[in-house]
Structure formats: C-alpha cells, structure tokens
C-alpha cells in the first residue's frame, strides 16, 4: 500500500512538470505572437505617416513650381529666384539664396532654401539648385516631408529654355586693344561634336568707347563720349567651324575683353576655340 502512494505521488509529480512546460510553450508562442503583431502595427501606423510624410514633400514640390512658373518677374524667364521676395514669411521660413547669381531676371547660379511648417506635425524643407547653359536653365528640386517620426523625399529634375543669356561666366575670352583707323576682326573655332548644328555664335564685348552702328548698350548720346561699356555682336560662319565678323571700326587706344559663346540647335553652348583678333 505504501509503494502505491509513492508511485502516485510521483506521478502527480511528473504532470505538474509536463503542464509548467505546456504553459512555458504556450506563454513563448503568445509572446512571440505579440511581438509579431506589435511590430506588424508599428509598420502598418509607419506606411500611414510614410504617406502623410510624402504628401508635404509633394507640397514642398508644388509651392515651388507654383513659384517658379507663374511668379514670374517681368523681363525674366523664370521665377523661383524672386520666391523670397513674393513668398509670405511664415510661408517660406529661412528663405536664403546663395550663388553668383540669384537676379531675379537672370538666375542662371543660384541656390534657395526655405521651409515650411503645414500644422504642428507636418512641416516641408525645400532645396533648390539652378544652373544655366546657354539657353537652357535647369533646376533640382529637393523637397524633404517630415510627420511625426518620419520623413520623406522627392526630387524633380526640370529645364526651360531661358530668354536671358549670361555670357560673361560661360564661353571663351581674349582681351585685345583697338588701333587707329584699322577694323578688328573676331575669329574663333567652334566645335559641333554632336553634330546638331550652330544655332548663333556671339561676342559679348566689354569696354569704353562709342562706334558706328549704335550698338552700345546702352545707347551712347549726342555728346560723343566714351560712354560704351558693354555691347553684342553675331558671328558669321565664313566656313567649315569657322565664325568671324568685323568690329571696331577705328577706336585708338581702348582696350576690350571679349567672351564668346556659341549656342547649338538644342540650345546648349558649343564648344568654343581658338579666338583670334586680327586687324584689317
């Protein structure tokens, strides 16, 4: 009698192992279960602020583009570097330009950041880059939305054919002096690699004195004074990759810095070449 209650007690002793190791099991598969889901519902709650997230870099993206093609100054081609001269300060915070040229008519090297606060969560943050060569101005638009703790990016990469040209940072250049009663001829080299064809080929010219043909900007007056300090010419193509014109016509003594800059039929600059000034 005795052996038998020892063998009972032992196996009631065994099943309270077995059920604490069933309920081990069971508690690390509800456990593992729980971190499953709590991390499925912290992705699921991310894709939703991903979205909002994404929805103020688009807003970032659209003010800009707002900006830049219906803000646009008179005389200029685009408007994006006015914004933070038209852009309400709590509209566009810390809006700051940097570059050599952040003209709102010209703004062919120009840099702008500002930002945005939608509400109390949603905010934007805006950087946008401009450059120019020859007659096209390209832009990137990097606009960074931000909720909660998340954030998210657009960029946008667009050009415009530009109506202003800023030939003075771009092209080649001589610098050369006029002589007495003798026309200076403006020669120079342009290569067409990718055979699209020249569109124009100009010299932007700089330095004082009048000259025949009222083509000084501005405009000299009846006084006859030196008072020409910039004007622009057309070269002729006089064969092969060769582009020349006649200038000057018979100023003494001036001195003149000469940029070139040629303009292919896409609207980019060609490569320009050897400059040579010659008298005749």
């Known amino acids: 009698m005795y052996k038998n209650n020892i063998l009972k007690n032992n196996k009631k002793g065994a099943s309270l192992i077995i059920v604490f190791f069933i309920l081990t099991i069971i508690l690390a598969i509800v456990l593992n279960i729980s971190i499953l889901l709590f991390n499925q519902i912290k992705i699921i709650r ?15 993206v659209e003010k800009v583009l707002y900006y830049d093609r219906i803000e646009i100054p008179v005389g200029a081609t685009r408007g994006i570097c006015n914004i933070c001269n038209v852009c309400l300060q709590e509209d566009c915070n810390d809006c700051l330009l940097t570059g050599n040229d952040c003209d709102p008519e010209t703004c062919s090297d120009c840099n702008i950041t500002f930002n945005t606060a939608i509400d109390a969560k949603r905010s934007f943050e805006v950087d946008v880059s401009v450059s120019q060569q020859c007659k096209i101005s390209s832009g990137i638009i990097s606009s960074f939305g931000f ?14 054919k530009a109506s202003t040209l800023n030939i003075l940072s771009s092209g080649a250049e001589a610098t050369t002096q006029g002589q007495t009663g003798l026309n200076m001829i403006i020669s120079a080299e342009i290569l067409d690699p990718e055979g699209v064809g020249i569109q124009v080929v100009l010299a932007a010219i700089t330095g004082l004195g009048d000259e025949a043909g009222n083509i000084c900007e501005p405009v000299c007056d009846d006084s006859g004074g030196s008072c020409c300090v910039y004007r622009e010419i057309e070269l002729i193509n006089v064969g092969g990759s060769t582009y020349s014109k006649p200038w000057n016509y018979g100023l003494q003594g001036v001195n003149y810095t000469i940029n070139i800059m040629a303009i292919d039929n896409n609207d980019y600059c060609a490569e320009v070449q050897n400059i040579t000034i010659n008298y005749e």
């Open 46 to 60: 991310n894709i939703g602020n991903s979205v909002v997230a994404f929805y103020a870099a688009d807003s970032g």
């Open 147 to 160: 909720y909660e703790d998340v954030s998210r990016a657009i960029r946008l990469d667009a050009t415009t």
